[in-house]
């Protein structure tokens, strides 16, 4: 077997296939009733008397039968040399990026809260750079496929080498390789590889929380690697660490084309899923005859060819649904840029990633707890990302006022307060 | 907990008795839109292989009779394999092996997600006991796993499906060692007799009407040697079921 396989990685073997135990680094599969490859106890049991991990499965089973073969990652890469992008960083984006490649040195974890919009891949080339040239290993997880898709021919542009793409979805094998971008979970298949993490979205579905990845992320990391979380809306828990001093924190309040994240406006409208509302008719019939693309948000799948059924009825414009669990999802997203169609009816799962000039949204269904604190403020840094046109609607249609919603718009009015008193500097 | 199968949100609707029980029914763990979209085969055409449609470019006038009505006709393949000499395995299958089937195959055995065999193990075991009834089975017989693949996986995937008097009456030759799934039509049906008879249960066998358990049938061609293995042993009729077809 190709050595190279193993470099950092975690590979299940069951114990029953022979294999050279003075070549490879052998780990037990469980300890205790604990997995070794993501650190829980949530197991069920084989008619063999063995037991199997649920916790990571979807990643491939680690039975009680397997071992766990590694071998020490020997960063084992040609010399870097320059990137070849070359694109400009805004004043403070500058500064962000001098913070991150001091805390690297340094061996620190950093916090990067930016605004959406802010331009914060960008902001991660130099320090990118700058691992490559000390031969670091370096990874960049993101939580959600799409995204991992959008960054990936950004990433190969800017620094010219090969990019190992890993996700659930792809068919080809893994190969060795020392930039990595893939989505959080595949963290769980790594040992000691990384001398720099990045996160990005660290609030987004499904990190936040989750003790799994944690606990991948930490395993993924060499000893003394660093971690960057990037996000537009920290957790919590985030906040609490940088308070104790625990994690160095970096602000990028301001959009890269100086403007402010758009408020989100509420409506009241009955109950919606009975009667189309009329202010969603006027404000799609508004966007229609502007020719501004749009996105309408709603909770739940199941509302989305109702919402779409009444859009039609009064658009001549074309649209479509979305979802997470649809198989066509990235080319409707296509159609959508392309403006052959003009807007889509989507769940959450839209709710980032997506970027379109002049795009304008409406969250259906606002007050439903489908729509976190951190969502809504996403969704609406969906808007008004152009120079062009740094502004736009973000409009909430909803049955009652709920806190989580009076929480977000707090959240964009502190950012945007932020950005204010940061002004000079950018 | 998530369906294992689309991971969606499944919200639990557990029965009363599986409360108090804490046994858990196949419709725990998969939504029911995932279970209704498995396709059941319920208009069998060829008697035989027990298939509910043809390949493709076959047509009705390659089947045997024209006359004869559907459930009474051998199709194209199974003329073959009487061509071939082998004899008659009367086959039922219970579901067609279509993209859902594929999926579920790949998370239960594939991935070995053993909780799976919950979904399919009852309405299996009701079918095989009806079976049983019906034509006077005397054993059933699952259709083994080789050893090292058994090591690996942890479990034979018929094995929870199995019913009524049971017998491991065939074991996997040593040097079988290729998933029939990794192979194609032709490859399939070039491979030699996988299976020989378990050590000391020639005489279980001989006269006596087997049912022989499997989870797909594709080509047909496992089913065959496996019933070849217990005719030359001496039993009397072999009958086969599968999960799908």
């Keep these: ?33 604990r997995c070794q490859r993501c650190g829980q106890d949530d197991r069920a049991s084989l008619p063999n008397g063995g037991f199997y991990c649920l916790a990571c499965l979807n990643l491939g089973r680690v039975a009680s039968h397997d071992v766990l073969l590694t071998l020490a990652e020997p960063n084992d890469f040609p010399a870097y040399g320059k990137m070849p992008w070359t694109g400009q960083l805004t004043a403070s984006q500058g500064r962000v990026s001098q913070e991150l490649i001091d805390s690297y040195q340094k061996g620190e974890d950093r916090l990067v809260w930016a605004v959406t919009g802010a331009g914060k891949t960008e902001m991660l080339f130099p320090l990118l750079e700058h691992a490559l040239q000390g031969r670091g290993r370096v990874a960049v997880l993101s939580p959600r496929v799409d995204v991992v898709l959008e960054l990936a021919p950004r990433l190969r542009a800017a620094f010219g080498i090969e990019i190992q793409v890993l996700h659930g979805h792809q068919e080809e094998p893994y190969q060795y390789g020392q930039f990595v971008l893939a989505t959080t979970h595949q963290a769980l298949r790594f040992r000691q590889a990384f001398d720099l993490i990045v996160i990005d979205e660290v609030d987004a579905f499904p990190y936040r929380g989750d003790p799994v990845l944690n606990y991948a992320v930490n395993q993924a990391r060499k000893q003394g690697g660093v971690l960057v979380y990037l996000t537009a809306t920290p957790t919590p828990d985030l906040l609490r660490q940088v308070r104790q001093g625990k994690l160095r924190q970096s602000y990028l309040p301001r959009r890269f084309h100086q403007g402010l994240l758009p408020q989100i406006q509420t409506r009241k409208v009955g109950n919606w899923r009975k009667r189309c509302p009329q202010r969603l008719k006027v404000v799609v019939l508004a966007w229609q005859q502007e020719q501004i693309p749009f996105l309408v948000f709603v909770p739940q799948v199941k509302d989305l060819a109702n919402v779409d059924k009444c859009l039609q009825k009064v658009l001549k414009i074309m649209g479509g649904t979305v979802h997470a669990g649809d198989p066509d999802r990235a080319a409707k997203v296509l159609r959508l840029r392309s403006g052959d169609w003009r807007y889509l009816v989507t769940t959450t799962i839209l709710e980032r990633g997506v970027t379109l000039p002049g795009l304008e949204v409406v969250i259906l269904g606002a007050d439903d707890p489908v729509f976190s604190t951190a969502a809504l403020v996403q969704i609406a840094g969906r808007v008004a990302r152009a120079k062009e046109k740094p502004t736009g609607l973000v409009l909430a249609l ?19 307060q932020l950005a204010e008193e940061m002004g000079g500097q950018s | 907990m998530n369906c294992l199968l689309c991971q969606e949100f499944l919200a639990q609707q557990s029965s009363a008795l599986s409360l108090l029980t804490g046994r858990q029914a196949g419709s725990d763990l998969v939504c029911s839109r995932c279970l209704s979209q498995f396709t059941p085969i319920t208009r069998v055409i060829c008697y035989d292989c027990g298939r509910d ?63 799976l065999h919950l979904v399919f193990q009852k309405e299996m075991r009701q079918a095989i006991r009806r079976l049983i009834k019906q034509e006077r089975i005397d054993w059933v017989v699952p259709i083994p796993l080789t050893q090292s693949r058994l090591a690996k996986r942890g479990f034979n995937q018929v094995e929870p499906f199995l019913s ?82």
């Design chain 1, 1 to 33: 077997m190709d050595d190279t396989l193993f470099y950092g990685r975690l590979v299940t073997w069951p114990q029953s296939e022979p294999i050279d135990r003075e070549h490879y680094q052998l780990l037990s599969a469980f300890v205790g009733n």
């Design chain 1, 398 to 416: 909803i049955e009652e006022p709920t806190l989580v919603l009076r929480r977000a718009q707090q959240q964009i009015d502190q950012l945007n």
């Design chain 2, 53 to 115: 449609s043809l390949p493709n470019e076959e047509t009705i006038d390659k089947m045997s009779d024209n006359e004869t009505k559907p459930g009474q006709q051998l199709c194209h393949d199974c003329q073959r394999w009487q061509a071939m000499g082998q004899s008659s395995l009367r086959h039922q299958a219970l579901y067609r092996y279509d993209e859902q089937m594929k999926e579920y195959m790949s998370r239960y055995k594939f991935i070995g997600d053993y909780r």
């Design chain 2, 164 to 245: 009524g008097k049971v017998l491991a009456g065939l074991v996997t030759k040593e040097q079988q060692k290729v998933e029939q799934s990794s192979l194609d039509r032709k490859k399939r049906m070039e491979g030699e007799q996988p299976f020989k008879l378990a050590a000391g249960v020639g005489p279980n066998i001989v006269n006596r009407t087997i049912l022989l358990v499997d989870d797909i049938y594709t080509t047909g061609r496992t089913l065959h040697y496996a019933a070849s293995c217990l005719y030359q042993a001496g039993a009397a009729q072999v009958f086969s079921i599968s999960l799908a077809r």
